[in-house]
């Protein structure tokens, strides 16, 4: 097990940002840190990396890191941006650790599980987006790290390349500890084994990914992973649904179903994704949010099942009234 405790505070010329997180990390988990720009998820990665300064504490496993450089922390890091060294072939980049460390894997047979053999020879200006990203968990990979830190590794990709990698990676990360940083739920609900949500440098909710997912604690993580946040007072009898506040995720919603557990509803909107339609439904005085199949008539029906409503605590300001 990995476990780190950050307690510090960055500062740069512009602004000032308090980062508090204590977190476990299983071997051979992958820890996914969600949350939207500004949550300070890529701050804390490079905090455990040693890559700022800080005024607190940061520790590993009990042991504070203070003073200790980025490369005598046992991580492998993989950029956004890829960081390759423009001098190296590719070949070299993944080669480049090797010297440091004793356990080492073999560069080519990570450049040939990534797709990328051919490309031994080549320089990294020379690469798409995708390839780039594949060399850059290859190197990360040959070193042998205690841990992967991956900060938002395909963000910068087109849909297609993410998708591909994405699988890739879940492949690569099934036996490794992993910390990965990411803003896209979908990405977190594919490599994650349990996700952390984070919220102005605080961990706002951890656990497994169904459980976060399913059952958010308050309305700021019911909302980021996309469920609709309703009372329960706004909405018809039929869908016995609780006098509290709720979430609900779109995929529970079933649309245009003909049975007494359904209720009136009106489509105000529909938006295509893929192979599903998003749509936005007035239902009582309450907004519903659905996947559908089809796209719906105007006037239509939802159902919920009673055991789909979760109910939110209005503990703190993320959860309380917001004069809905």
């Known amino acids: 097990m990995l476990r780190f405790d950050v307690r510090a505070a960055f500062r740069d010329e512009a602004t000032t940002f308090d980062v508090a997180a204590d977190l476990a990390v299983e071997t051979g988990e992958t820890l996914c840190l969600l949350g939207p720009s500004g949550s300070g998820k890529t701050l804390l990665l490079e905090l455990l990396a040693g890559f700022h300064g800080y005024d607190g504490t940061i520790a590993l496993d009990g042991r504070s890191l203070e003073g200790r450089p980025?490369?005598?922390?046992?991580?492998?890091?993989?950029?956004?941006?890829?960081?390759?060294?423009?001098?190296?072939?590719?070949?070299?980049?993944?080669?480049?650790?090797?010297?440091?460390?004793?356990?080492?894997?073999?560069?080519?047979?990570?450049?040939?599980?990534?797709?990328?053999?051919?490309?031994?020879?080549r320089s990294p200006d020379t690469l798409s987006g995708g390839e780039a990203q594949r060399v850059a968990l290859a190197r990360a990979l040959a070193v042998r790290p205690d841990a992967f830190l991956l900060d938002e590794p395909l963000a910068a990709l087109d849909v297609p390349t993410r998708e591909r990698l994405r699988d890739d990676l879940v492949d690569a990360l099934a036996d490794e500890t992993a910390v990965y940083v990411t803003h896209d739920r979908t990405t977190a609900r594919a490599v994650a084994d349990r996700v952390a949500v984070l919220r102005d440098g605080r961990v706002a909710q951890v656990g497994p990914v169904d459980a976060v997912f399913e059952r958010p604690t308050d309305r700021f993580v019911a909302e980021f992973t996309g469920a609709t946040v309703v009372r329960g007072t706004d909405l018809p009898a039929a869908l016995d649904a609780p006098a509290e506040r709720l979430a609900v995720r779109p995929e529970h919603?079933?649309?245009?179903?003909?049975?007494?557990?359904?209720?009136?509803?009106?489509?105000?909107?529909?938006v295509r994704e893929d192979a599903a339609y998003r749509v936005t439904l007035a239902v009582g005085d309450a907004t519903l949010v659905a996947y559908s199949s089809e796209e719906p008539d105007t006037e239509t029906t939802v159902r919920v099942p009673p055991d789909r409503w979760h109910v939110l605590a209005d503990a703190d300001g993320s959860s309380g009234d917001d004069g809905e």
């Open 70 to 121: 980025p490369e005598e922390r046992g991580f492998g890091f993989v950029f956004q941006d890829h960081a390759l060294f423009p001098h190296r072939s590719v070949r070299e980049n993944v080669a480049f650790g090797l010297r440091y460390h004793d356990d080492t894997r073999d560069p080519d047979a990570l450049l040939a599980r990534f797709g990328v053999a051919d490309l031994a020879a």
């Open 253 to 270: 919603v079933d649309v245009g179903l003909d049975t007494p557990a359904a209720a009136p509803a009106r489509v105000t909107r529909v």
